[in-house]
């Protein structure tokens, strides 16, 4: 099992960065990949950011790239997401997930956190 805790959510204005953490739990958080999704109000949720265990490779949607970076710290057991340049439709709730098996579907999720971007 692994638990996890995102933090960092809030009300910003547009134009206004962000960042964003996820305490993780349970497991050897280095021996896993991470990844980040968002789900608006009367959307899917959908792909923002991972991460592999080691946090050599990232990858990103086309729609976040040059925006929103993710990264890990092995030491904290942590991943944050950081995020610049905040649009309104950034809004969502952002929920951190981990990748255990490696390959499917996430494994393990967070309850999420809300990131309201204000116009």
């Known amino acids: 099992q692994v638990q996890l805790v995102e933090s960092g959510g809030g009300l910003v204005q547009a134009g206004g960065s962000l960042r964003l953490s996820c305490a993780a739990s349970?497991?050897?958080?280095?021996?896993?990949?991470m990844a980040w999704f968002r789900q608006a109000p009367g959307k899917e949720r959908g792909f923002v950011a991972a991460?592999?265990?080691?946090?050599?490779?990232?990858y990103y949607p086309d729609s976040v790239k040059g925006r929103i970076t993710i990264s890990r710290d092995n030491a904290k057991n942590t991943v944050y997401l950081q995020m610049i340049s905040l649009k309104p439709e950034d809004t969502a709730v952002y929920y951190c997930?981990?990748?255990?098996?490696?390959?499917?579907?996430?494994?393990?999720w967070g309850k999420g956190t809300q990131v309201t971007v204000s116009s």
């Open positions: 997930a981990a990748d255990v098996t490696g390959g499917g579907p996430m494994d393990f």
């Open positions: 991460i592999n265990w080691g946090g050599g490779d990232t």
């Open positions: 349970g497991r050897t958080f280095s021996s896993y990949a």
